[in-house]
């Protein structure tokens, strides 16, 4: 393996790219490349060249990426999840005690009055209109306990609320990361009705979008907070401003500035700063490295929203065979079938598949040849197929 061609249509932080040895190369002609680094570049219009094998997207969101574009043409594509959790859990923080206290009408009207020679005077009596509330021991609910979810919670249970979660799909390892006074509930509703504050951390999937709507509004308490780092079409904006108008809802946090969220009564728009940390900049861009580097090496599929994740560790076999191929019936029997009548024997197999597709880690004990890659390209279903070693 040489000459491997990278390309970033974004830029990367080095802390990343100094990962490539010297078997990679960086090129500006993404025609040309095996590999995909981006942040916020839109793809959903470019059209990929055969040479592509996978797209690594420095973040966890995937929305300016054709997936089942990518997926049909077998370009396996990767995010990194957690990587910039905890830059997005501190604005989070900040978010609570900015919709808690009006820090920033108090930090206005001390610009405005800058030339107010008695200022210091002036701040006692004015400042009164800014006066807030304190989050300690004021309820949270957190819908969505990934990883960003739980640094969430055990910040907010560490500073005094009192925190409920709900995520049908919360996982071992992060159940374990929680604090033990984290309630669990069982579904979203609980936390409406129970909760002063509210912070969603979920996909935009179609049980999702639109989910801050009049229906799950009328549930919450009056006052109710609620807060959005996760994606602003998680909230049915127009029937959230009838709330904020009406003061149901009392105010509403969000990183994602948009032509009705800027203009809406009671609400807070963050320019989408997340994220935006050098921390989680590098480490975003180490995690995505690595998972490209481990694919185009070993063939390994490790944080992929496309392909199922499938990882055989390093191949210690003379050779290993990957294959991006559709997920239906006899597709990897007549794969395996090419390695026998061709005399090979599989030393390991790993077969995943994710929906509609699939992808299988074949380890054989003989070389593998360019006649066996065409067989297995003819088989009906295959999309793509690498030798690896």
Not at 69 to 92: D, S
Not at 144 to 166: F, W
Not at 201 to 210: E, L, N, Y
Not at 256 to 261: E, G, H, R
Request: glycine share 8%; hydrophobic share 40%.
């Amino acid at each position: 393996m040489s000459n491997v061609k990278i390309n970033c249509l974004n830029p990367i932080a080095n802390v990343g790219l100094d990962l490539f040895d010297d078997n990679y190369v960086i090129t500006d002609n993404v025609n040309e490349a095996d590999g995909i680094l981006v942040r916020s570049a839109a793809m959903h219009d470019m059209e990929f060249s055969p040479s592509l094998k996978a797209i690594a997207r420095a973040g966890a969101g995937v929305n300016n990426i054709p997936l089942d574009k990518c997926a049909e043409q077998g370009i396996v594509v990767f995010n990194t999840p957690g990587a910039n959790a905890n830059g997005v859990k501190e604005l989070v923080m900040a978010g609570l005690l900015l919709a808690s206290r009006d820090i920033i009408g108090g930090i206005d009207w001390v610009k405005a009055n800058a030339d107010d020679e008695n200022i210091a005077k002036s701040a006692e009596k004015a400042k009164k209109a800014f006066a807030g509330h304190e989050i300690e021991g004021k309820k949270l609910g957190i819908i969505g306990l990934g990883a960003i979810g739980v640094l969430v919670a055990n910040a907010a249970s560490a500073m005094g609320m009192e925190v409920y979660g709900c995520d049908p799909y919360l996982s071992v390892a992060n159940a374990l990361k929680l604090s033990r006074l984290v309630h669990i509930v069982k579904d979203r509703d609980e936390i409406y009705e129970k909760c002063d504050f509210i912070t969603v951390h979920v996909p935009a999937i179609d049980d999702t979008k639109g989910m801050i709507n009049k229906e799950s509004i009328a549930k919450m308490k009056d006052g109710v907070v609620i807060l959005n780092f996760a994606r602003d079409i998680l909230a049915n904006e127009a029937e959230l401003s009838e709330a904020l108008e009406s003061g149901k809802v009392a105010k509403y946090i969000t990183d994602f500035a948009n032509p009705t969220s800027v203009k809406m009564k009671n609400t807070i728009v963050i320019p989408h700063l997340g994220a935006s940390t050098e921390e989680s900049e590098d480490n975003c861009a180490v995690m995505a490295v690595k998972e490209m580097k481990d694919f185009i090496e070993n063939g390994n599929i490790i944080n992929s929203v496309n392909y199922p994740n499938c990882d055989a560790g390093v191949c210690t076999s003379v050779g290993r065979v990957t294959i991006c191929h559709a997920n239906i019936p006899n597709v990897l029997s007549r794969c395996t079938s090419v390695f026998s009548s061709e005399g090979h024997n599989i030393d390991h197999m790993f077969n995943k598949s994710r929906g509609n597709y699939a992808y299988s880690m074949i380890d054989v004990s003989t070389p593998v040849t360019e006649d066996m890659v065409k067989q297995i390209e003819a088989i009906e279903g295959v999309i793509k197929v690498r030798i690896i070693k």
